[in-house]
């Protein structure tokens, strides 16, 4: 008995991944540094990256810019079967959240509690605001890069006392920063280190450096 034919996929109708996402906003922030994109073209394109949901609505985001191209991470078979019904995915019992993106567009965004950060995490925010609690979160071996940006926004990190915080960001009528802390800092060769990159602009990138969540709970 032959099989029937399997229809082709539109590479268009494909769902992207938040690495599809990441990849096309960091072409946007490379294109407006060197001057391709002004602030307001900046702003309403990365809203556009952040809320894609096929390569079908990246592809006009950077149609007009040289360099990437969303469609050059299609997977190699853009035909497959289509089952009846798909597999489900259980998250184990216990098992802890992991995380690689955070967003928050006219909203809110927390991570809070135990948790994994990789090593490489992206937080943006329009009009909103993304808290990372990461007290409780546990640390890849290595240093963890976040790249932090807000836009009339804000992004808040909250670390504990043995975490090593670098801040590579720029603030652009707006606050990239470690504020007061309100523990003292316990660095040493064994503590974890998070590094911060990105923008604030007309909002706030900060790192606040508090006791352990705990002690917090009752207040």
């Known amino acids: 008995m032959m099989a029937e034919p399997v229809d082709p996929v539109d590479p268009g109708s494909l769902r992207v991944s938040d690495a599809d996402r990441h990849r096309v906003a960091e072409a946007l922030r490379e294109a407006a540094g060197e001057g391709r994109l002004d602030i307001d073209e900046l702003e309403e394109r990365l809203e556009l990256a952040y809320a894609a949901k096929t390569y079908a609505d990246l592809v006009p985001i950077t149609l007009d810019l040289p360099g990437v191209r969303p469609t050059e991470q299609l997977p190699e078979h853009l035909t497959a079967p289509r089952p009846d019904r798909a597999p489900s995915r259980r998250t184990p019992a216990g098992a802890r959240s992991s995380y690689d993106t955070s ?20 937080a943006f925010s329009m009009m909103g605001s993304v808290v990372l609690d990461l007290r ?80 917090l709970l009752g207040r």
């Open 103 to 122: 967003v928050g567009i006219m909203g809110e965004c927390k991570r809070v509690g135990e948790w994994d950060i990789g090593e490489h995490h992206h």
């Open 136 to 215: 409780e979160a546990r640390f890849p071996a290595g240093e963890v890069q976040i790249d932090a940006s807000a836009i009339m926004g804000s992004v808040e990190v909250i670390v504990d006392e043995t975490t090593d915080v670098r801040l590579d960001g720029v603030g652009i009528m707006g606050s990239y920063q470690e504020g007061r802390a309100r523990v003292a800092p316990e660095i040493d060769s064994a503590s974890p280190r998070i590094r911060l990159r990105g923008i604030a602009l007309m909002g706030s990138v900060e790192v606040k450096r508090r006791g352990p969540r705990k002690r």
